[in-house]
């Protein structure tokens, strides 16, 4: 694990939000000792009996044994008056670890249950760290005694700090709506930030709300807006095979929020603040780029211009650079597979229009974009001008940082 | 343009290689004053009457007007009796040049046909450089007639300098075969050492040899090894819009090698050890890279697979490391979208086999890996445990030379 001394200069500039407390919801960290010594790696989170879970995964064919777990338990759960639990850890992601991963996953989930009294098919467990090398669970279920009696619905920061691994700061965020004049709070944290790409990331988030609302139906919100949130963010397309994103709703407001756009309009700006934090902390990463694409033949194909945008590696050094190379934006487009007719492109550098009708705009000024690049927020637009589909994603620079830290992690 | 002030220690440790002459061809370079200073940046071939032309081009949508041109040129011309020529600049790539781009290459075709009295679809003409900026073409064919002057069949190591742009090495191959008795010579010159990926590179290649064949078996003998040699190798996952692959066979030694096998490998040959000296030179690399995939459901599915590991930043720092980090691996793996199975994959570095059944191998010893990652010259090979498709593909570490050239390329 490299050494991080430094804050990402990208982080939100107030530190780690004020989060409300979620009735319902409790929290508790400890050393275990995973790996890491001298810092937390543990967080335990205790949701009361009558909540929904809702949930998303990395869609990695080599998944992590906690990912196949918590994916056979979501929404299989009858009412049966119990609570349910997460249990978090870092420093070891407990992937392609055959069988001894699943008697692990097992070992903590059954020790959880017993240390809160709940059924193991109500505790879910995330692993982040290493991957290959077995998981060290006894720590883990070693400290559960610990864990449950320090449970306090005021430390959810502490769990923000226990599940970071090369993460430069902890990541956390909260929106609030009124439902038939009922408050309803969201609440989430998360960790990330390298091998960050859709199909989720290396990138764990857990999500509280004190909203009523059915297990079915928090699902079906988090899936759509997990599309446009931490599925359009990509720090280096790298996807890992231990993301994993959990909503937990008590219900504890009691402000109903089935089918309820102003709700999941609330949630969706938690989730984006997250992703977007997640970006803002990718590895080396000293600008935050949002790429929009418009102008093309369907949604897929502007994502797929997006994603060849924000991936691609001569892009991101040039912003690195921070050289207005529009050359390298037309290349990505041209090598994205989508449909693109080099005549009717049109390319910004914030405002700036610098090229159009398949060549540098008349009107372009390259001190003018340079000045925008020369920001921390970066805006790329391209407009492909051959239909409507349009996407926005998110990303960062490559920078001798991004090698520094990944050069270098295991030793 | 990023000052190479050293040569790629993967550079062939002979240096550029005696290559023969091909009868029917001859070369010239000069000093244009493109883009560069105080070197040569425009080289002429000229080919005899008689001979065939085939080639292979990018497959990026933005192309630019070169690649266009060349196209449209291939495999059209009527056997009129003239000859043919190769013109190609460094230093400005003409593409995203919108109309003065086509102009740029009419201008430049038009003059290289007068120079040599041929028709101006006999001249096929690549630039490589900067995007988007106007090509200054008064400057190439103001040269013409110093150019067509200084033809000479000895020079085509100095055609291999003209053709740089950040390659910090000349690439040049040759290899050698006995048709009917009759010795055939095949060789070849090629830049290129960033934005290489398939759908060709930002590659150039020019191939000629003395072989007697049509332009059509040609054709189809340069597409099928393209597929293997030049279609198998990735730098940075990047596509050039003005990657381009030309082979002129002008028949002189006599030998007919229409449909033969043994001329299509000694075509292969050259190909391949051009693309292998492409990668050498990809920017920043300190280490080459074979990547081979077995076990795949199909050929299709072992290519992405060997894709995704060879372009997933995390493997190719984990590389620049030395770090025998097979996770990443499983993760590449997992990322690809090919079908793959946890517990029937298998990794291996070199010879040491590292991870089987869903883990580490019991008869890992990780030193063993670690030994092999010192090298300079690595293999991954990773086995599917599905079916019997396969492929091998060539890539290069990712380290802080890359970020340095290409944060800066413009500037």
């Known amino acids: 694990m490299a050494k991080i001394t430094k804050v990402s200069p990208l982080a939100p500039k107030g530190g780690f939000p004020k989060l409300p407390v979620i009735d319902g919801v409790r929290f508790s960290t400890i050393a275990a000792g995973v790996k890491y010594a001298?810092?937390?790696?543990?967080?335990?989170?205790?949701?009361?009996?009558?909540?929904?879970?809702?949930?998303?995964?990395?869609?990695?064919?080599?998944?992590?044994?906690?990912?196949?777990?918590?994916?056979?338990?979501?929404?299989?759960?009858?009412?049966?008056?119990?609570?349910?639990?997460?249990?978090?850890?870092?420093?070891?992601?407990?992937?392609?670890?055959?069988?001894?991963?699943?008697?692990?996953?097992?070992?903590?989930?059954?020790?959880?249950?017993?240390?809160?009294?709940?059924?193991?098919?109500?505790?879910?467990?995330?692993?982040?760290?290493?991957?290959?090398?077995?998981?060290?669970?006894?720590?883990?279920?070693?400290?559960?005694?610990?864990?449950?009696?320090?449970?306090?619905?005021?430390?959810?920061?502490?769990?923000?700090?226990?599940?970071m691994t090369t993460d430069t700061f902890p990541k956390g965020s909260t929106a609030t709506c009124e439902i038939g004049g009922i408050e309803v709070t969201v609440v989430g944290i998360a960790k990330g930030s390298g091998m960050i790409a859709p199909d989720m990331a290396t990138m764990l988030v857990y999500i509280f709300t004190d909203a009523k609302i059915s297990q079915a139906g928090l699902q079906d919100m988090v899936s759509r807006q997990n599309e446009h949130t931490f599925n359009s963010i990509t720090v280096d397309s790298d996807t890992s095979t231990s993301d994993s994103l959990l909503v937990a709703a008590?219900?504890?407001?009691?402000?109903?929020?089935?089918?309820?756009?102003?709700?999941?309009?609330?949630?969706?700006?938690?989730?984006?603040?997250?992703?977007?934090?997640?970006?803002?902390?990718?590895?080396?990463?000293?600008?935050?780029?949002?790429?929009?694409?418009?102008?093309?033949?369907?949604?897929?194909?502007?994502?797929?211009?997006?994603?060849?945008?924000?991936?691609?590696?001569?892009?991101?050094?040039?912003?690195?650079?921070?050289d207005p190379n529009w050359g390298r934006i037309v290349m990505a487009v041209g090598k994205s597979g989508a449909q693109a007719d080099r005549d009717r492109l049109s390319i910004w550098f914030g405002d700036v229009l610098v090229a159009e009708n398949g060549w540098e705009s008349p009107t372009y000024v390259e001190a003018d974009a340079a000045t925008h690049m020369k920001g921390e927020d970066l805006l790329i637009r391209v407009d492909l001008g051959i239909g409507a589909g349009h996407s926005t994603v998110w990303t960062c620079d490559l920078t001798h940082g991004y090698i520094e830290i990944n050069a270098d992690y295991r030793s």
């Not at 017993?114 to 098919?121: D, E, F, G, I, V």
């Not at 959810?156 to 599940?163: G, L, N, S, V």
């Open 250 to 322: 008590t219900g504890t407001s009691g402000a109903d929020v089935e089918d309820n756009e102003t709700f999941e309009r609330t949630l969706g700006v938690v989730m984006k603040d997250l992703a977007h934090q997640v970006v803002r902390d990718g590895e080396g990463a000293t600008k935050f780029v949002e790429i929009q694409v418009q102008g093309a033949a369907d949604n897929g194909e502007a994502r797929k211009v997006a994603m060849s945008v924000a991936n691609s590696p001569l892009v991101k050094t040039a912003i690195a650079g921070e």
């Open 38 to 163: 001298g810092r937390t790696d543990v967080m335990l989170a205790e949701i009361d009996a009558g909540s929904a879970i809702a949930g998303a995964f990395t869609r990695s064919s080599t998944r992590s044994a906690p990912v196949l777990d918590c994916q056979s338990k979501l929404g299989r759960v009858e009412d049966d008056g119990k609570g349910f639990a997460f249990l978090v850890n870092s420093g070891n992601s407990n992937a392609f670890t055959g069988r001894v991963g699943v008697e692990a996953v097992n070992a903590i989930t059954n020790a959880t249950a017993k240390a809160l009294n709940l059924p193991s098919s109500h505790v879910y467990t995330s692993s982040t760290g290493v991957i290959g090398e077995p998981l060290p669970y006894e720590k883990i279920t070693d400290a559960l005694g610990a864990l449950s009696q320090s449970l306090d619905s005021n430390r959810i920061e502490d769990a923000a700090r226990a599940i």
